[in-house]
């Protein structure tokens, strides 16, 4: 099995970045997989973020963050990020990465295998 872990969240002010990590352990993924994060406010179901193909090649963002996020894998195959930059309050939520293969929708939550135990990011205005 695949355990999941994230980090790097706080609580930072309007236009600030951070930069959230997502450390895999328990097996290698085939470049075919996706990895994928997504996000869930307070009283709101959890939404799509950002994805990208194992090998590191072929991403997708939601129109809420395209522009501003960006998502990559490390230099080792166990680990995957997320640099948010101009950050609004709007982002306020528990971040969460997932893997998955296959995936047929990316921005599909239940397309994903594997979850972290998510990171709060807080964007105060």
């Known amino acids: 099995q695949v355990q999941l872990v994230e980090s790097g969240g706080g609580l930072v002010q309007a236009g600030a970045s951070l930069r959230l990590s997502c450390a895999a352990s328990?097996?290698?993924?085939?470049?075919?997989?996706?990895g994928g994060w997504f996000r869930q406010a307070p009283g709101k179901d959890r939404e799509f973020v950002a994805a990208?193909?194992?090998?590191?090649?072929?991403?997708t963002y939601a129109d809420s963050v395209k522009g501003r996020f960006t998502i990559s894998r490390g230099t080792t195959k166990d680990t995957m990020y997320l640099q948010m930059n101009s950050l609004k309050p709007e982002d306020t939520a528990v971040y969460y990465c997932?893997?998955?293969?296959?995936?047929?929708?990316?921005?599909?939550?239940?397309?994903?295998?594997?979850w972290g135990q998510g990171t709060q990011v807080t964007v105060s205005s």
């Open positions: 997932a893997t998955g293969f296959p995936v047929r929708r990316v921005d599909q939550a239940a397309e994903y295998d594997y």
């Open positions: 328990g097996r290698t993924f085939t470049n075919y997989a996706m």
């Open positions: 990208i193909r194992w090998s590191g090649v072929g991403t």
